[in-house]
């Protein structure tokens, strides 16, 4: 991966657009598969970075181009694995202070009642 890296960045120097969007999208791929590879054997926390990691490639392969559909689905699907929460503003120590409309929504969580 190390390797794939340095060339991805040769390759942004002087590859194409479709060719810069491929490379960026193939690393993100290798980095899911190491996240997936954790997450199978348990290993959560260890998941977590490469996922990160991948999903700042399926970006960056959407910025290069928007209409790629394999990056968008691989993209959502690391999304579902880690969510991006937004970063709230501390103003002192522990304290966290929020406006309610800036609240995140969407956490999972266990549904009461009946179906």
Do not use: C
Request: proline share 6%.
């Amino acid at each position: 991966m190390d390797q794939s890296r340095g060339l991805l960045e040769a390759l942004d120097r002087v590859g194409d657009t479709q060719t810069r969007a491929r490379g960026h999208y193939l690393l993100a791929n290798a980095l899911l598969r190491v996240a997936l590879a954790h997450i199978e054997r348990s290993e959560l926390e260890a998941a977590a970075p490469f996922v990160n990691l991948s999903k700042r490639e399926y970006r960056r392969a959407l910025q290069l181009d928007p209409e790629f559909w394999d990056a968008k689905y691989n993209f959502d699907v690391a999304a579902r694995l880690v969510r991006d929460f937004p970063d709230f503003e501390r103003t002192s120590g522990d304290e966290l202070s929020a406006d309610p409309k800036k609240l995140w929504t969407d956490i999972p969580g266990k549904p009461k009642g009946l179906p």
